[in-house]
Nanobody
Framework: QVQLVESGGGLVQPGGSLRLSCGAS????????MGWYRQAPGKQRELVAS???????TYVDSVKGRFTISRDNAKNTVYLQMNSLKPEDTAVYFC?????????WGQGTQVTVSS
């Protein structure tokens, strides 16, 4: 059974930083491509960043230079370091993995950027 558990969200002021973590089980983590998505109220869920098994990364344009995705295969964990946060980054952030063509999601963690 695939399980993804996110943590690390919270309330932060504009310009601040947060690090999200996602622990995975039920998959061969070192072989899995992992993604971080976010969904703001009234908006569609969007892919923020991804990292493949080889460590190659992609980012949506709006977070390039501010967010960094990384992975620790020994801990079965993927991270999203978020710096220079803006109010428009406010959303629920979800961890994602695709296994056997099925999307699996964590429960989400709320990130609120506000003064």
């Amino acid at each position: 059974q695939v399980q993804l558990v996110e943590s690390g969200g919270g309330l932060v002021q504009p310009g601040g930083s947060l690090r999200l973590s996602c622990g995975a089980s039920g998959i061969i983590f070192r072989l899995a491509a992992m993604g971080w998505y976010r969904q703001a109220p009234g908006k569609q869920r969007e892919l923020v960043a991804s990292i493949n098994s080889g460590g190659s990364t992609t980012y949506v344009d709006s977070v390039k230079g501010r967010f960094t995705i990384s992975r620790d295969n020994a801990k079965n964990t993927v991270y999203l370091q978020m710096n220079s946060l803006k109010p428009e980054d406010t959303a629920v952030y979800f961890c994602n993995v695709v296994r056997n063509k099925i999307d699996y999601w964590g429960q989400g963690t709320q990130v609120t950027v506000s003064s």
